[in-house]
């Protein structure tokens, strides 16, 4: 892609991670360029009239029966910043910064939020330049909007906070003047209009979600590795069986799981071996489906929330200035909820796919897989990190959305925490990530130790893109730096390229 042209309603998310990882330029269409100009006049007009309108000639939160002259309007924006700017904890890492950036310009180019188009502009240039504002995790509420990280996201642009610019932090002012961007000088309601919305949540859960999406094929292409080291009963997945409980998620894997192993000699039939499997194996398409239909159901919320308007007061198209809460995070907070449990679900019954891979007790395979035991331990441990990554995403994995505290003296007296749930979905698939590739090593290794079978159409790409990075591990070495390799392959999309060359996998 060359450019890509917002206009607050067709933005996707392979246009946004475009913008985000692959730093391909924003335009503000014509169309929408029109609608922010004639929003603007009608902020104003209201302050020419003098009208006691929220957030443009009052104050904020609990301060809004105070009214602020005309003449202190812009200070009283400025300060709005000044005063929200008070997240902590770790920096959210550049690709969050530029989609909150992005985001957040695309619901101004919808037109109802009164911002000038030279603030907007501002935002735009920051963007295309690679001015990226230094935006702590830590401090939203996710009610009023992500208020404390969206206002460092505006430091910059009025010359204060921090940004990174060319690999290097520095000063706010200092980044603008190198990237050749003026700072501005906020106006009517324009810092409640940056600041006021759901942004950094949306942000850090659609990339969650978008690498997620990754993933779950990652886990289908992981089972059925395992399923062919462990000789598995394909008979599971027929699709027979799945049509007559039709959830989409449940026949998607299990027509996955049938192409991914399509010519292999490992798997086998009812009865030929033993008569069932383990639930692990046997209910891969019930479980990995019910992920896929939960992760659906967070892309079709995800869409809606990266082109709506999420700030107050909304400026209609009538000319009428409306107080309501389209800022407040619920809608996404219950969805990343969501989100970070379903991916926790992947790591649960991939990590006991591990286990049934390296226990003799369960497998007629060398213990740990390892040749010379004892004298080297295998993948012993490397199913004891696992177990402590999925037993720390059931500790994530707890809603965040079912808590609330009472902010700016009870004015604000539910809030959603939806900015948690997204940065624990995050978390959560980081951990889930490490676990796949922990399964996938696991899984190659045991197929090492069977001669005289041929893998599946899908599965025989997914080894090769393995070994050609990690080799058979004959005796102890360092494990972490493999299974980082592996890892590496999981995260750059690697695996389900080379799988989808042969194999079309549905999500």
Known sequence: MEKIII???????????SVCRNGVEVEISKEAKTKILESRKI?????????????VTTGFGKFADVSISSDDCKMLQRNLILSHACGTGNLLPKDVVRCIMLLRANALCKGYSGISENTLNTLIQMLNKGVHPCIPEKGSLGASGDLAPLAHMVLPMIGEGEAEY?????????????????????TYKEGLALINGTQVMTAVGALTLYDALNVIKISDIAAALTVEALRGIKDAYDLRLHTIRPHDGQINTAKNLLALTEGSSFVTHQGEIRVQDAYTLRCVPQVHGASKDALN??????????????????????????????FHGQPMALAFDFLGIAIAEMANISERRLERLINYQL?????????????????????????????????????????????????????????IAARKSREILENTTRVLATE????CQAID???????????????????????FIAEDKIMYKELDKCTRLIKDGSIVKRVENFVKLDV
């Open 43 to 55: 902020i104003d007009d209201i302050v020419k009239d003098s009208k006691v309108v929220y957030g």
């Open 440 to 443: 996938i090593m696991a899984a």
């Open 297 to 326: 159901y967070v892309k079709e919320k995800v869409l809606i929330e990266i082109n709506s308007v999420t700030d107050n007061p909304i400026v209609t198209q009538e000319g009428d200035v409306i107080s309501g809460g389209n």
């Open 166 to 186: 060319k690999g290097k932090i520095m000063p706010g002012r200092e980044a603008m003047k190198e990237a050749g961007i003026p700072v501005i000088d906020l």
């Open 449 to 471: 130790f069977r001669e005289g079978f041929e893998l599946g159409k899908g599965t025989k790409e997914a080894y090769k893109a393995v070994r050609e990075v990690v080799d």
């Open 363 to 419: 497998n007629d395979l060398p213990a740990f897989l390892v040749k010379n035991g004892g004298l080297n331990s295998g993948f012993m441990i490397t199913q004891y990190a696992a177990a402590a990554l999925v037993s720390e995403n059931k500790i994530l994995a707890h809603p965040a959305s079912v808590d609330s505290i009472p902010s700016s003296a009870n004015q604000e007296d539910h809030v959603s925490m939806g900015t």
């Open 7 to 17: 206009d607050g309603n067709s933005l996707d998310l392979e246009k946004m991670v």
